[in-house]
């Protein structure tokens, strides 16, 4: 009976770390999409209104929290503080990406700066690509390895 609880448990545990790494990925995925409408929505904006950016931010329809939270860091950072910028789910080499995007904001002439955000739209999109294509057909892979993973470990257990 502790045989079968162990299996049991140990399964469970690789089923919820599967799961961690799947919605991790997921994440990603929603940050570069919401990234994409940021950037289209800043397009659009710089070329009909020129609105402020803080505005600009508050008014922006952004589903990830992970984004929600840079660019809250980022309006913190115009309006006189500190540059802090949260990884979150994002590698260290999409982080830093991501921070240099917004450090450039505002720093260039209009036709500049429309230019510079047409080029990051591509890149986003084009990371949002890949990874959608990527969790499509890896994206239950995570969580079945998990849960695999975990029935082996709770057999060698037993």
């Known amino acids: 009976m502790n045989s ?9 545990c ?4 599967g799961l961690a790494l799947a919605r991790r990925s997921k994440e990603r995925e929603q940050y570069y999409y919401d990234a994409v409408k940021f950037c289209s929505h800043l397009i659009n ?3 009909y209104k020129a609105d402020k950016i803080s505005g600009i931010i508050d008014c922006a329809e952004i ?8 660019l809250q860091e980022y309006k913190a950072y115009i309006a006189g503080g ?3 910028f949260s990884d979150n789910c994002l590698t260290k080499s999409e982080a ?3 921070k240099e995007f917004f450090s450039q904001l505002g720093r260039y002439d209009g036709e500049t700066q429309l ?5 990051r739209e591509s890149e986003f999109k084009q990371k949002h690509c890949d990874l959608k294509e990527k969790n499509d057909k890896q ?3 995570y969580i079945k390895l998990g849960l695999l993973f975990g029935l082996l470990v709770g057999i060698l257990l037993i």
Request: glycine residues 6%; hydrophobic residues 45%; proline residues 0%.
């Open 14 to 17: 690789g089923f919820m770390i």
């Open 82 to 84: 500190e540059f802090v």
């Open 115 to 119: 230019n510079e955000l047409r080029r």
């Open 63 to 70: 589903n990830s929290t992970a984004l929600k939270k840079n």
């Open 45 to 47: 904006n710089i070329s």
């Open 96 to 98: 830093s990406s991501v």
């Open 139 to 141: 994206g239950n892979m």
């Open 4 to 12: 079968i609880f162990i299996a049991v448990l140990s399964s469970f």
